[in-house]
């Protein structure tokens, strides 16, 4: 379990990032954070994996304040994937750099070459090619390949699908999803709000560095002060749904006025009409 | 503004052609967006746009490749740049000072633009991406979205006739992302620029850009206003393309015998349509 409790944080003394931010992520959950640039979403995703401590208040993960962790300790539990691949990658060969982890963790050995071994299987590497001549889509795979191959139980994921077209987005979310489902935890800061409606069970509003709606993902997206306030524009199909009342109230109680998805909101128009 | 006839392109340490056969006349004051799946040959061909190919790339170049009457291959970058202004999908790599006026002011310099004009563009770029406030900052404390912002205006200033962006708003929120496009747009139908912009984001591009063009396998798939492009949802989605969902939604209606109107590009037009399906 990862706990925020008060925590406040800052890059320079006179601007705070965020000003007693407060939550808790139990295990297996997928939550995405969601907010305008300057919300404090990459700055709390810092704090969740260690590379920033907090000013004030405490960040706990499993019940220990990442102050008396190391980096190597929180890097067991924590993956990070950041959004621009290559701020990640070092290595000559895509085998080379599903090995780093473990090369940084000290656990080199016959069950990492396996593990390496496994994953370049399952993503369809070739195991030589240089990384960083492969397209920006496939580097993002192999970058979170190289946290995927070290099975921590919380996975974070900034901004996952930036920079990638629709197919390389598709390849990546299902491999996030498969790790969802397998028991992983899942954190994703996203402003693809078609993403997050795909996949997130639960949204995180941030707004000037602090939360300002936390629930399911779309209690969230469908109420009219969050989006008002976090300047946030809902999957286009909620937009839909919640548009139709405003123009005809007698749609107000009508699944027009409930349907979250294409799929939702295609049989709502069905038994409309018919 | 822009001819492009019978382009062909193989890079030198390519087998094959990037981008082949690409025919596409943009006019004076258009707002193209440019999309396609990666590896699809899209920045190769703003790279034909820009003047980076042939002058910076070295590969067999077929057809030809008109900017504003001068024709690429007989004129230098520099001659294009006073033409076309670029911004890089990676803004880093384009930003060259660490103040934001300095920034603005380094491409009018370079630019040898009268001493008595630069006051007024410099002004006139920022507010034009409003960020007139940040005038005075240091760039490496911004964000990235803030970052884009910056090198939009620094080429706004330089009043380019054609404005070419690729990936304006990768690092921007929804809303901050809407709203460069709105800006870009306001931009461009007040001083009559054509606009090229290659982006992911085809809900921006089906709302703001006169034509949409899609690029697959190094050729033009489609070229047309968006609600022509958009009405062929299943086969672009083939192509790694995926319509905004108020546009899917609608086709699907459509296709189901459910709704007979035009191709619906944003939320509005599909919550319009669908009271009248209702009705």
Redesign the interface.
Known sequence: MIEFRDVHASY?ADIKVLDGVSFQIQDGEFVAFV????AGKSTTMRLMNGLLKPDAGVVLIDGVPTTQLKTSQIARQVGFLF?NPDSQICSNTVREELLFGFKALGEVGPDAEARVDGVIKEFGFDPDDDPFLL???TRQLLALASIVVLAPPVVILD?PT???????CVKVMDIIRRLHEAGTTIVMVC?D??VVGDFAKRVVVMSQGGVVDDGPTFDVLRNPQTLTRA???P???V??SL??PL??ER?ATSP?AFANT?DE??AA??Q??C | MIQIDDLTFRYRESEHPVVEGITLDIPDGCFVGITGAAGSGKSTLTYAMNGIIPHCYPGDFYGSVTIDGMDTCDVSLTDISQVVGSVCQDIDSQIVTSIVEDEVLYGLENFGVPHDQIEERVTEALQSMGIEDLRHRVIASLSGGQKQKIAIASVLALHPKVLMLDEPTAELDPASSRAVFQLLSRYAWEHGTTVVVVEQKIALLSEFADMLVIVDGGTIRFADEPRAVLAHSEELLKLGVNCPRSTTLMNRLAGVGLYEGPVCCDVQEATSALMEVIA
């Open positions: 320079d907010g305008t640039n300057g959004q397209n920006r889509g901004e930036t920079g990638l077209d629709y197919k390389e402003h709000m078609e300047s946030l524009i999957p286009q199909i937009d839909i548009a139709l123009v005809d749609l027009l294409t909101m295609q128009i069905a409309e009409v």
